[in-house]
């Protein structure tokens, strides 16, 4: 297993591309948070994140959580301790309020972190994660009394927080859930029902578990109009903020899974458990949309953080590993022409991918705190337009990116041992929870594409287009970079057009058989913008124009293939029967 490197310059280069300083300049609560204190609090935080949590990455594989007793799930013997040293360190608390303890930074700094978390071990990442989803649904929903009581020692990290959605009847169609949560009488509710792979369910490294629970009161309308959401913590609080008694709720059992085995998947039963509702009867559903839409971009950052690591691993294996003569000279495989070019598949896709993340999460901290109402109504509908691709070409990059890194190993990489599997393995997951990537391309097409008639998106090329002109008045070297990405953005409108036509004659079928596709068509030419963006700047780093080349020439032309297939119409997907 290769050692973790942080790429602070990368991120602190993409925070820059991304305008990151406007929300120092223009956001008076930012005012502290300019781009060199930053920078200083990533370098902290890197080395931190490969000291203390890296280490537990291979012990979270092959040891794992583990299911013992009455209900109790212990986690590997490194995991308490490195835990601890992180709630201690105060690096979890940098993106909420001061009010709750937090560091009152924007969320795009504690989003720059999670790569560094997510880099050193995802398994371990994600209970910090869902905490930190459920704390927003909190900050956004819950009562004062909710917030004081629970908010400081989740965004310290000394509780951690869960998001209960899924039933066995209730996957992707959440409104099929039937976990009921029925009035006690004195404010609280009695929860009853059972819920399936809840990460972090239950676990060693916390006194406390604050569940969030999706359930139905007596009587409520069916489908997602009727779901509520509570707060059913694994102990009760007592007015002083002790813990009380054990609420009754346990975890029955969890999966032996193909990946993040250092995190738990419990089988969740509830059996009257105490609850508190969060927000308004029957709107449970907006705000667990809260806790999805943070946590959608961070399973996105999964892709990205498991791709840094797999490339940081072949990139090292292919220094090393001798295999005869090379077109270069080269010693070693590097030199080999198709090691090259998965390494810089590799490369490339990770510089665009990081833009296009960081790009999403400004975007988040400029609808929530600009103090401008047209630049927060622009910023949530970017936000809106990139969530689903951050998502789902993050999430699949990272599966690319990680099956790459087995390839560059050659038989070794199928060795458990080198520990290139792994990566493969814990992000295998990333594409199928916080809505498959499926329902992400659905969410593309069918919610995100028809904001203002379609005229959202077509700003958005419109704002593309324009800035070629930027790109060609840089001077000669980027003359060919401008022709391509030309040609790409028209095709681009083209097929963006067709779909938007199509959906306005009510053919949702057709629109909805290319929606994978055609996401993938816009996340192409997101990402070769964003690097040759980068690559006119004084400022970047030496390979940025290196990649945008090799990204505009060899990976944006599958652009022409995939607007065919999103224009394909859905005849050919239900002509055979299965
Ligand atoms: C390791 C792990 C951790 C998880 N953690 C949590 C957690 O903490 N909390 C929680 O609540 N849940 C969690 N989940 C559940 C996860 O979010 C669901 O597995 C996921 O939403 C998919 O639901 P499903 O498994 O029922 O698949 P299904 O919904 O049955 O989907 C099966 C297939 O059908 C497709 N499909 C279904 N509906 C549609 C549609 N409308 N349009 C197009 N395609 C569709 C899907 O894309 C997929 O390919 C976790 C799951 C795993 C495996």
Same mark, same amino acid.
């Given at each position: 297993?290769?050692?973790?490197?942080?790429?602070?310059?990368?991120?602190?280069?993409?925070?820059?591309?991304?305008?990151?300083?406007?929300?120092?300049?223009?956001?008076?609560?930012?005012?502290?948070?300019?781009?060199?204190?930053?920078?200083?609090?990533?370098?902290? =935080? #890197? $080395?931190?994140?490969?000291?203390?949590?890296?280490?537990?990455?291979?012990? !979270? +594989?092959?040891?794992? *959580?583990?299911?013992?007793?009455?209900?109790?799930?212990?986690?590997?013997?490194?995991?308490?301790?490195?835990?601890?040293?992180?709630?201690?360190s105060g690096w979890l608390t940098v993106p909420f309020p001061e009010q709750y303890g937090g560091g009152g930074f924007p969320g795009s700094v504690g989003f720059?972190?999670?790569?560094?978390?997510?880099s050193s071990n995802m398994a371990f990442s994600l209970g910090p994660l869902l905490t930190h989803g459920s704390t927003d649904a909190f900050l956004a929903y819950a009562s004062e009394e909710l917030k004081d009581t629970y908010l400081?020692?989740?965004?310290?990290?000394?509780?951690?927080?869960?998001?209960?959605?899924?039933?066995?009847? =209730? #996957? $992707?169609?959440?409104?099929?859930?039937?976990?009921?949560?029925?009035?006690? !009488? +004195?404010?609280?509710? *009695?929860?009853?029902?059972?819920?399936?792979?809840?990460?972090?369910?239950?676990?060693?490294l916390t006194d406390n578990i604050i569940h969030l629970v999706l359930a139905r009161t007596p009587g409520a309308p069916a489908g997602t109009?009727?779901?509520?959401?509570?707060?059913?913590?694994?102990?009760?609080?007592?007015?002083?903020?002790?813990?009380?008694?054990?609420?009754?709720?346990?975890?029955?059992?969890?999966?032996?899974?193909?990946?993040?085995?250092?995190?738990?998947?419990?089988?969740?039963?509830?059996e009257g458990a105490t609850g508190y509702l969060v927000g308004e009867e029957?709107?449970?559903?907006?705000?667990?949309?809260?806790?999805?839409?943070? =946590?959608?971009?961070?399973?996105?950052?999964?892709?990205?953080?498991?791709?840094?690591?797999?490339?940081q691993h072949s990139v090292e294996y292919a220094k090393e590993r001798v295999q005869g003569v090379t077109a270069s000279g080269e010693p070693t495989i590097v030199g080999h022409p198709d090691v090259r070019r998965m390494l810089m598949t590799q490369r490339a896709t990770i510089a665009a991918l990081r833009h296009l993340l960081v790009l999403n999460a400004v975007q988040i901290d400029l609808y929530h705190h600009h103090p401008d109402e047209a630049v927060r109504a622009r910023a949530d509908e970017v936000a809106s337009l990139l969530?689903?691709?951050?998502?789902?070409?993050?999430?699949?990059?990272?599966?690319?990116?990680?099956?790459?890194?087995?390839?560059?190993?050659?038989?070794?990489?199928?060795?458990?041992?080198?520990? =290139?599997?792994?990566?493969w393995r814990d992000v295998r997951i990333s594409a199928i929870y916080e809505g498959t990537n499926g329902v992400q391309a659905a969410d593309f097409v069918g919610r995100k594409m028809p904001l203002r008639g379609g005229q959202s998106f077509l700003e958005f090329i419109a704002e593309m287009k324009d800035s070629v002109r930027d790109i060609r008045g840089a001077g000669e070297p980027f003359a060919g970079l401008a022709d391509a990405l030309d040609k790409s953005f028209a095709g681009l409108e083209q097929v963006t057009g067709w779909m938007l036509q199509t959906g306005a004659s009510g053919d949702t079928k057709s629109v909805l058989a290319g929606s994978v596709p055609f996401l993938k068509v816009w996340a192409l030419n997101l990402g070769a913008w964003l690097l040759v963006k980068g690559a006119i700047r004084d400022d970047a780093p030496a390979d940025e124009f290196a990649l945008a080349q090799f990204f505009v020439s060899q990976l944006l032309p599958e652009t022409k293939a995939l607007a065919a297939a999103a224009t394909a119409g859905a005849d050919q997907l239900y002509a055979v029967s299965f």
């Open positions: 297993m290769t050692d973790y490197r942080p790429p602070i310059d990368d991120i602190v280069f993409s925070l820059k591309l991304a305008d990151f300083e406007r929300l120092s300049a223009e956001i008076p609560d930012f005012a502290h948070a300019d781009i060199d204190t930053v920078a200083g609090l990533l370098e902290e =935080a #890197g $080395t931190f994140m490969a000291e203390v949590i890296a280490p537990t990455n291979r012990d !979270g +594989d092959v040891i794992g *959580a583990k299911h013992v007793g009455d209900g109790d799930v212990v986690t590997p013997p490194s995991f308490k301790p490195a835990y601890d040293k992180l709630v201690e720059a972190m999670q790569e560094l978390v997510q400081p020692k989740m965004i310290s990290g000394e509780w951690m927080g869960t998001m209960n959605l899924t039933e066995p009847q =209730a #996957g $992707t169609d959440v409104g099929a859930l039937t976990t009921k949560a029925v009035p006690n !009488g +004195d404010g609280t509710y *009695a929860i009853t029902g059972q819920k399936i792979f809840i990460t972090w369910g239950e676990h060693d109009k009727g779901i509520s959401l509570f707060v059913v913590p694994k102990f009760l609080v007592n007015a002083d903020g002790s813990l009380g008694e054990r609420n009754r709720l346990q975890a029955l059992s969890i999966e032996e899974k193909i990946g993040i085995h250092g995190s738990p998947t419990c089988v969740m039963s509830y029957h709107k449970g559903m907006r705000a667990m949309f809260v806790m999805m839409n943070v =946590a959608r971009l961070s399973v996105g950052m999964q892709g990205l953080s498991q791709s840094v690591r797999a490339h969530t689903p691709i951050s998502k789902a070409w993050g999430t699949d990059l990272g599966i690319d990116n990680t099956s790459i890194n087995i390839q560059v190993h050659g038989g070794s990489g199928f060795i458990e041992e080198t520990g =290139a599997g792994q990566f």
